[in-house]
């Protein structure tokens, strides 16, 4: 079903506030730049809908003349691909170990099928991606410690170190909607594979966004993560650590929320956490004036 028909029982009068609520922040937001994390764990074929449903927001976004970079892991995709190429996948302290094989792999899938695939759904929304691939941005060195701070030996996965605006700004300036892969490259040129939450947070402080969006498979943090219903609406910066020493922020959430600190620090104004699997979940975040995820501010 069209999302036209999905909104065909409305009545005009209802379809009209909804419009002129969204309409101060469309003002507001007008040429900002936000930066959208999309998780490789959505890009699979049972979620066809979701993607197209995200790729309607990112063009909406930016039709509305908000500037949207967008960064992408791919994590069900490597495993597939490494499964596919014989290559056995294995994880040290929940992360993923990437040998020299490894690598190649992780290059080709997120740099070719995932960014392709991504590419391609926001052209089929009436969008103009400008695909690209990570090492151009990212220049990193070898990770050496946990998301503990624990020493930790991943073979070719990087801490990024710095980012090179320009691959992304360019396209920008032309409004087309940049889509970036999370490879990055050392000193010495050899390719290294990031976390995508943390190279996400990384470029929009380079950028300067005004935004940072991450798109996840939970409504939010939540006070209770078996309780779907217990959403941090708010999450105070200052708040982090507490959470964290109580098990509410941890696994795959400590890389986003770090991440997310690290930006707030650097300049970016809000993060947010949306769940993708709500459909325009990103546009009801931004235009609506509660919001449906979480909000990580300054104290």
């Given at each position: 079903m069209?999302?036209?028909n999905?909104?065909?029982?409305?009545d005009?009068?209802?379809k009209?506030?909804?419009?002129?609520?969204a309409?101060p922040?469309?003002?507001?937001f007008?040429d900002s730049?936000?930066?959208?994390?999309y998780g490789g764990?959505?890009l699979?074929e049972n979620?066809?809908?979701m993607?197209r449903?995200?790729a309607m927001?990112?063009v909406?976004?930016?039709?509305?003349?908000i500037?949207?970079?967008?960064?992408?892991?791919?994590g069900?995709?490597?495993t597939r691909a490494?499964?596919?190429s014989?290559?056995e996948t294995?994880?040290?302290n929940g992360?993923r170990?990437?040998d020299?094989?490894?690598i190649?792999v992780v290059?080709?899938?997120?740099?070719g099928?995932v960014?392709?695939?991504i590419c391609?759904t926001?052209?089929d929304?009436?969008?103009?991606?400008a695909?690209?691939h990570?090492?151009?941005?990212?220049?990193c060195?070898?990770?050496?410690?946990d998301?503990?701070?624990?020493?930790v030996?991943?073979g070719?996965v990087?801490?990024?170190?710095?980012?090179?605006?320009f691959e992304?700004?360019a396209p920008?300036s032309?409004?087309?909607?940049?889509?970036?892969?999370?490879?990055?490259v050392d000193?010495a040129?050899?390719?290294f594979n990031?976390?995508?939450d943390?190279?996400?947070a990384?470029l929009?402080?380079?950028l300067?966004?005004?935004r940072?969006?991450y798109?996840?498979?939970v409504?939010?943090?939540?006070?209770n993560p078996?309780?779907?219903s217990s959403l941090?609406s708010?999450l105070p910066?200052?708040d982090?650590?507490r959470?964290?020493?109580?098990?509410?922020?941890?696994?795959?959430?400590v890389?986003?929320?770090?991440?997310?600190?690290?930006?707030?620090r650097?300049?970016?104004?809000?993060?947010?956490?949306?769940?993708a699997?709500q459909?325009h979940?990103?546009?009801?975040?931004?235009?609506?004036?509660t919001g449906?995820?979480t909000?990580l501010?300054?104290?």
């Amino acid at each position: 079903m069209s999302d036209l028909n999905e909104l065909s029982h409305i009545d005009p009068a209802t379809k009209a506030k909804v419009l002129l609520e969204a309409l101060p922040y469309v003002q507001k937001f007008r040429d900002s730049l936000f930066v959208v994390k999309y998780g490789g764990s959505f890009l699979d074929e049972n979620n066809l809908e979701m993607q197209r449903r995200v790729a309607m927001d990112i063009v909406f976004l930016s039709s509305v003349g908000i500037r949207v970079a967008l960064v992408h892991g791919g994590g069900k995709a490597i495993t597939r691909a490494l499964s596919q190429s014989g290559i056995e996948t294995r994880f040290v302290n929940g992360l993923r170990y990437t040998d020299e094989a490894t690598i190649k792999v992780v290059e080709q899938t997120l740099n070719g099928e995932v960014n392709e695939q991504i590419c391609k759904t926001i052209k089929d929304a009436g969008g103009i991606p400008a695909p690209t691939h990570g090492q151009r941005v990212f220049a990193c060195e070898k990770l050496a410690f946990d998301h503990s701070g624990d020493p930790v030996e991943l073979g070719f996965v990087g801490s990024i170190t710095s980012v090179s605006p320009f691959e992304v700004k360019a396209p920008l300036s032309e409004r087309r909607i940049p889509v970036i892969s999370c490879i990055a490259v050392d000193d010495a040129g050899h390719v290294f594979n990031t976390n995508a939450d943390v190279a996400a947070a990384h470029l929009a402080s380079s950028l300067g966004a005004r935004r940072l969006v991450y798109l996840c498979d939970v409504p939010g943090l939540l006070q209770n993560p078996q309780d779907s219903s217990s959403l941090i609406s708010t999450l105070p910066l200052g708040d982090i650590e507490r959470l964290k020493s109580s098990g509410i922020i941890s696994s795959g959430m400590v890389p986003k929320v770090d991440g997310a600190a690290h930006a707030i620090r650097e300049g970016v104004r809000r993060v947010h956490f949306v769940d993708a699997n709500q459909p325009h979940s990103l546009l009801l975040e931004i235009f609506t004036h509660t919001g449906i995820g979480t909000e990580l501010v300054l104290d």
